[in-house]
């Protein structure tokens, strides 16, 4: 995986294909299909008509401490208004630590059952650590506080370092 060498731990993108199987990809590929500059089918993993992101942060120890999941529809090759919406929604109306809005529970659901079992494979580390699930991630939390992607991750980096 010499690509993703200059990517150290930390934050790690993955798509899950059609057949529901992830995929490590560039986080730079997955940020210009976020922000339309590239079509979705750029990405190197066929997806049909849904787009199925999760994002591991990983801590200082390089063990996973959350992993997010963003589902998105996917229309004329770029990701659908209202489906980003929708994902939004599930991100900010959810009481306390419950998500039961059906927008949150959509989100949450139509993975993989084995997961845990993919993401620890891929990155090497037991599936067990896979504990903390949250919605969104680095791409719809930038949108929703309006700040650039890297600042977003720039603070998980900060957050990873304590």
Partial sequence: MQEFQDNPLGLIH??????GTFHRVLPESVE???AGEEPVSSLPVPIGGELRLAFVLCDADQQPAMTF???LQVCDDAIDRDSRIAALRA???HQGRRYDSPDARYQLEG???DWRT?????LDVPARQFRRLGIGGPLLMSELWGVPVEQIVAYFESARRT
């Fill in 14 to 19: 993955f798509v899950a294909d059609e057949a």
């Fill in 32 to 34: 210009a299909v976020w």
């Fill in 111 to 113: 993975w993989p059952t």
């Fill in 69 to 71: 999941f963003l589902r």
């Fill in 118 to 122: 993919q993401l620890a494979v891929a």
């Fill in 91 to 93: 991100l900010t109306e």
